[in-house]
């Protein structure tokens, strides 16, 4: 394999990993509220808070 195969493979399943990650607690969200008894509002609150990271990594420093 050649150095640069290994690294477009490498590139496509961390971003596999990181869409499944981001989309993954929308569709569990349901069942674990069921599981813990919480209340929905905290899964907003996830979100908001995951958006708000993002926002905050994405910003330029200078």
């Not at 599981?35 to 929905?40: F, I, P, S, Y």
């Not at 905290?42 to 926002?55: E, R």
């Amino acid at each position: 394999m050649t150095h640069m195969l290994i690294a477009v493979t490498a590139m496509f399943l961390q971003q596999t990993c990181g869409s499944i990650a981001r989309a993954l607690p929308a569709v569990l969200a349901p069942l674990i509220i069921a599981e813990l008894h919480a209340n929905a509002a905290w899964v907003g609150i996830y979100f908001s808070l995951t958006a708000f990271a993002g926002l905050i990594g994405r910003r330029r420093l200078f």
